[in-house]
């Protein structure tokens, strides 16, 4: 919820600029982050309450599956940031 909610309050509905394309791409960073480090505290929280291990392991399993997709998605957030500063690059090199 927070990583959607931080994409939506931080969205540029304007025209693209590059201070709206820095934005988004950390907003994108943040919300990634936030959801990497509540899948650990899950872990962490099962581990401490003493569930048994096979609650253990599927909350790992569950944690290794949020964060191989949050590191996918700030992946992608960065190459989207690259791409639309090289468009940003190339109007401005085309209407001085």
């Known amino acids: 919820m927070v ?3 931080l994409s939506a309050a931080l969205n540029n509905y304007g025209g ?8 988004m ?3 994108t960073v943040a919300g990634q982050t936030i ?3 509540s899948a650990i505290a899950a872990v962490v929280l099962t581990v ?3 569930y048994a291990w096979p609650a253990v392991g599927a909350m790992a399993i569950i944690a290794a599956v949020i ?3 949050a590191i996918g998605s700030i992946s992608s957030a960065g190459d ?3 791409e639309r500063l090289d ?3 190339q109007l401005r090199e085309f209407n001085p």
């Open 3 to 5: 990583p959607f909610a």
């Open 16 to 23: 693209l600029t590059e201070d709206g394309a820095l934005r």
């Open 25 to 27: 791409a950390f907003a």
């Open 35 to 37: 959801a990497i480090l």
């Open 48 to 50: 401490t309450r003493r």
């Open 67 to 69: 964060t191989a997709w």
């Open 80 to 82: 989207l940031l690259l």
């Open 87 to 89: 468009l940003l690059a």
